[in-house]
């Protein structure tokens, strides 16, 4: 079998989502280490927590392929004494590379939105408007659903510990707009191109009160649970694209949100 590279593994992400798609403020692609460096294991997550470094770790990876990106803001300096410093600390002295898929993966066929309208049940999924690309989705429900209901379908197609719903009033949800992750400044968006809900993480109490007033449901669903299903759509599209290569890829399926319901 051929040899997989740090570069080859970067190369299949990209093919993926490349690059070019992720917003201007993003930091994707590789983070730490070399792309010459030999790569028998990956290890795929959604964040780059110690605890995922663990496993890496006792996996001998010498890759993790992660959505969210470990640096993004400039950094000035690496102290081991802290939680950042010592994760990079440690993906160095365990010679771990690291690359991150973000908004480009948010945004591409396939990638993380694309799967979130999946996993909800949406059909006839589009961009927003004539975007041709689109952190965003619209999509329809094969039979409508009241605004309660629909967010218990959420919660249960999600697996998520618990979802909010910002009801705005008595009517019923057929189109709905979503993006994973942090995107409620869409919610007015979905709501210009006709949709009765929008689905995301992270609502912000104005953003709920807006919503209300422009007579559109939302569910937030959470950060986590609206992203990790891509962590394993990932790890599969990783072990078709690089089959003719030896290396093993291995995904997290031990993760949990950082918010639970008491």
Request: glycine share 6%; aromatic share 8%.
């Amino acid at each position: 079998m051929k040899k997989c590279t740090v570069q080859t593994a970067a190369d299949a992400v990209n093919r993926l989502a490349p690059k070019k798609l992720a917003e201007e403020w993003d930091n994707p692609g590789l983070l730490i280490g070399d792309p010459s460096a030999e790569v028998k294991k990956i290890f795929v997550c959604l964040d780059v927590l110690d605890e995922n470094i663990s496993r890496a770790i006792e996996l001998n990876a010498q890759l993790i392929i992660a959505h969210h990106p470990l640096i993004f803001h400039a950094i000035k300096n690496i102290r081991f004494d802290l939680p950042h410093g010592k994760k990079i600390s440690r993906l160095i002295k365990n010679n771990l590379a690291v690359f991150a898929a973000h908004t480009n993966l948010d945004i591409a066929a396939g990638g993380v939105n694309d799967i979130l309208a999946s996993k909800i049940g949406l059909v006839d999924v589009k961009n927003f408007g004539d975007e041709e690309f689109s952190l965003g989705r619209l999509g329809t429900l094969e039979t409508p659903m009241t605004a309660e209901d629909f967010a218990r379908h959420v919660k249960k197609v999600l697996n998520a510990d618990n979802v909010r719903l910002i009801c705005a009033g008595d009517f019923m949800i057929k189109k709905v707009g979503i993006c994973g992750g942090a995107g409620a400044e869409f919610i007015q968006k979905a709501k210009f191109f006709g949709a009765q809900a929008f689905v995301t993480g992270d609502v912000k109490y104005h953003e709920a009160q807006a919503a209300v007033e422009n007579k559109i449901h939302v569910v937030d669903a959470g950060h986590f649970a609206t992203e990790f299903p891509i962590v394993h759509v990932l790890a599969d599209y990783l072990r078709d694209e690089l089959k003719d290569f030896d290396v093993e890829i291995f995904e997290d399926t031990a993760a949990k949100d950082f918010f639970i319901t008491i």
